[in-house]
């Protein structure tokens, strides 16, 4: 098995950026995840709403609790979205998320030559990611990039899931976690004048 929750030599780390940004999504790199949430809250004009996918990422820079918080200029969907108690207006309105100006997230293994792989159980996210938002930023930490397209989707049943199933029998859900959908982006076609960013910070992040 590979080493997943390793970081790769600057090199790859460079190659990924290049090849990324050839797929017309814009990619950069910064160094911490204190950077990452810094160039993120800098993307996001005041007044937008805001939704998140289910991201241990978004958690681990900060940027999940300063939307809980309520201190930042912007409408967090997600909020009104959890307050809503009635389960199939929770639903409706959990569609209309994927329409929200900036949809965030991560994503669950990139590989070197470009493309991002995204796992899901729901594919909730997945809409946002691939068509219905305008504006989508992932936050990657770089221990996710793989030689090849076939390593990443090996490293989301090797190494992601098993881990991300184990994560939700930690908080109750005793059916745990499984894959019932994956998205590949191979590119983004420049005529649906969508803006699609990825940051990779050079540190461990997510799984």
Request: net charge neutral; with cysteine.
């Amino acid at each position: 098995m590979m080493a997943y929750d390793a970081l790769p030599a600057p090199e790859r780390v460079q190659r990924t950026v290049e090849a990324v940004n050839a797929r017309g999504i814009h990619a950069e790199l910064v160094e911490t995840k204190e950077a990452a949430l810094g160039r993120v809250q800098a993307l996001i004009p005041p007044g937008c709403v805001v939704m998140t996918g289910s991201s241990v990422t978004l958690q681990q820079i900060g940027f999940e609790d300063i939307l809980i918080s309520g201190d930042h200029p912007w409408r967090n969907f997600k909020a009104d979205l959890l307050a809503e108690k009635d389960p199939l207006k929770q639903s409706a309105m959990r569609r209309e998320g994927t329409l929200a100006e900036f949809y965030l997230g991560s994503v669950n293994a990139l590989a070197e030559t470009g493309e991002l792989v995204f796992a899901s159980g729901s594919g909730s996210q997945l809409p946002a990611y691939a068509y219905t938002s305008r504006n989508v930023i992932w936050v990657v930490g770089a221990q996710k990039i793989t030689p090849t397209l076939e390593d990443a989707l090996r490293r989301i049943r090797e190494y992601v899931l098993p881990l991300e199933d184990q994560r939700q029998r930690s908080l109750g859900n005793r059916s745990g976690s499984r894959i019932n959908r994956i998205l590949i982006i191979e590119g983004e076609p420049a005529y649906l004048r969508r803006n699609l960013s990825l940051i990779l910070v050079n540190q461990v992040l997510g799984f």
